[in-house]
Nanobody, 122 residues
């Protein structure tokens, strides 16, 4: 089994910063892409950013220049540094990880965390 656990959410004022963490544990041979998604109340879940195992990174336009994704492969962990936060960044942030559980598993299975709440408000 694979577990994905996010942490680091909270309440922050506009212009503030937060750092989210996503730890993957369990039966892991390798982790392909890791990504962060967010879902605001009444809206669909949207992709925020992804990072591949080789370090290729994608950001949605609204967070470019403000958010930074990174990963520590040795710790099976991804980080999302969020600066200059805006009220529209608020929502539940979910981590997604593509995992191969063993060397004989040829496909990548996607796993989701439970999410961490980010509130941006005065």
């Amino acid at each position: 089994q694979v577990q994905v656990v996010e942490s680091g959410g909270g309440l922050v004022q506009p212009g503030g910063s937060l750092r989210l963490s996503c730890a993957v544990s369990g039966s892991i041979f390798s982790i392909a892409a890791m990504g962060w998604y967010r879902q605001a109340p009444g809206k669909q879940r949207e992709l925020v950013t992804t990072i591949t195992s080789s370090g290729d990174i994608y950001y949605t336009d609204s967070v470019k220049g403000r958010f930074t994704i990174s990963r520590d492969n040795a710790k099976s962990t991804s980080y999302l540094q969020m600066n200059s936060l805006k009220p529209e960044d608020a929502g539940v942030y979910y981590c997604n990880a593509g995992v191969r559980a063993s060397a004989t598993q040829t496909y990548v299975a996607n796993y989701w965390g439970q999410g961490t709440q980010v509130t941006v408000s005065t």
